[in-house]
């Protein structure tokens, strides 16, 4: 894990967040996700620096949409937005999740 996943991680794992499930490195379809919470259909995405590239950010919208097909909802945060701002990203998560459960 990059040191972004690590801090996320760190407030996703055991249920923090209104007490539901987030699995890491999840395989959905063909794809192996950053954070998976499947009661709220909720994907976490953690991207560095390389998803900035234009063949990355294609490949990621395809991925979002593939992924949206299977009735996911992605959020996408930057690893200086994880690292520099946890609690804005935490609170994003927390509402999405409020909204679905």
């Keep these: 894990m990059t040191d972004a996943e690590r801090i996320i991680w ?3 794992r055991n249920k923090q967040i209104l007490g539901v499930q ?3 490195q999840k395989t959905l379809g063909n794809y192996i996700v950053d954070f ?16 900035y590239e234009k063949e990355a950010q294609e490949a990621d919208c395809i991925r979002d949409e593939k992924l949206n097909a299977l009735g996911l909802k992605v959020l996408r945060f930057n690893n200086n937005e994880v690292i520099t701002n946890i609690d804005g990203v935490l ?6 999740i409020k909204n679905i459960i």
């Design 91 to 96: 609170n994003c998560i927390y509402n999405e």
């Design 36 to 51: 998976y919470c499947p009661r709220a259909c909720i994907v976490v995405e953690v991207d560095g620096g390389q998803h």
């Design 10 to 12: 760190r407030h996703l």
């Design 22 to 24: 987030f699995y890491r």
